[in-house]
């Protein structure tokens, strides 16, 4: 009888090394460059496996290198740009890709004259914050603010299990889980509450604030995912709506990101 059980339980760990390794040696290096519709090498391109949620940034050749597995999805993202999204290793092709992204065209605003910073934080946050003329009309006609989002709300494990213990089986909620379903919509979730709150810093504050501090207007949108993980506060203040808590955090981890970023390392995170 053990040695019945034993062989059982030495059955199922070589299936599950077996798979494992399936997962491990399936996964290839994915290589390429990305340019605009002018032809012109783009650098700092977001690209971002959705599948793992692994993320990589192009060089200044516009050159990338990403993990991948067959037929998972990449996606191609820099600020004012197109997003773009590419199947990969489909029928276990795995050539170089040329991904363009194209400009997305932009009004020419009115010319601003810019005060210069005080040093008092309440004074400089109304100097570089733009103004919100969506939130201003909202606030004249009274119009009413939106409460959350409305996105399907992905199965969790305890809600799933605890019904079927009682019971009742919920079909939908036991196939989200077994299929990913549940843990793509997730990750994609949070990508998209990262892109929206560094967009929410973007359209109050001025680049020039930035640029100011020393970092380079491509790499604006990359230091404010830094600041989210050195100073989670961060986050905190822009789901606030608190343009002068926002700034005062920035302040902390502009040091940070400059020392980090004059070593070479990577900082896409704290």
Known sequence: ??????????????????????????QQIVTGRTI?????????????????????YSNSQGEFSIEASANDELRFVKEDFRRVSRRVLTDGINSPLLITLFQIPKEIGEVKIVKKLTGDLNEDSRIVAKTDKGELVRNAVGLPQPVGKMREKPAEVKQVLLPILLGNLNVQGVYDLISG????????????????????????VEDEYFTKAGIPADR??????FSFGAKPQVRTYVKGRNVSGVLLRLEETIPLYLDRMAKGSNVKKS
Do not use: P
Request: proline share 0%; glycine share 2%; hydrophobic share 40%.
């Open 1 to 26: 009888m053990i040695k019945n059980i034993r062989n059982a339980y030495e059955g199922k760990m070589f299936f599950f090394l077996v798979f494992i390794c399936n997962c491990l040696f399936s």
């Open 36 to 56: 605009d519709d002018n032809g012109e090498s783009l650098s700092a391109v977001t690209i971002i496996n959705m599948a793992t949620d692994k993320k990589v």
């Open 181 to 204: 379903k549940a843990r793509r919509q997730k990750r994609l979730y949070r990508y998209d509450d990262l892109q929206e709150h560094i967009a929410w810093i973007r359209n109050r």
């Open 220 to 225: 604006i949108s990359e230091f404010i995912e």
